[in-house]
């Protein structure tokens, strides 16, 4: 049965940095593309970043090229996004699901907030 469960997020001033988390079951991780989206209030879902099975390549939305990282533990079947330099316009609630760049999976997990706020 798949399974995604986001973890992380939270409340954070401008310029700081949050590591959101998201352990997957239900499909082989180790072989499957990984990636990460984003909902803020009133908006389309959209792509944040992507990770290739074996780590080989990533991608970003140019809106957080340069401060945001995705990485992958195949052992933990985890997937991370280390944020940094956040902005208010990151708020969002944040997703993951399997694929790159689009999501393979209808189903979600419950996701992770994060909120930028002085």
């Known amino acids: 049965q798949l399974q995604l469960v986001e973890s992380g997020g939270g409340l954070v001033q401008p310029g700081g940095s949050l590591t959101l988390s998201c352990t997957a079951s239900?499909?082989?991780?180790?072989?499957?593309?990984m990636s990460w989206f984003r909902q803020a209030p009133g908006k389309e879902r959209e792509f944040v970043a992507a990770i290739t099975g074996p780590s080989i390549s990533t991608r970003y939305a140019d809106s957080v090229k340069g401060r945001f990282t995705i990485s992958r533990d195949n052992r933990k079947n985890t997937v991370y996004l280390t944020l940094n330099d956040l902005q208010s316009e990151d708020t969002a609630e944040y997703f993951c699901?399997?694929?790159?760049?689009?999501?393979?999976?209808?189903?979600w997990g419950q996701g992770t907030q994060v909120t930028v706020s002085s």
């Open positions: 239900g499909f082989t991780f180790s072989g499957s593309s």
């Open positions: 699901n399997a694929g790159y760049t689009v999501f393979r999976y209808d189903q």
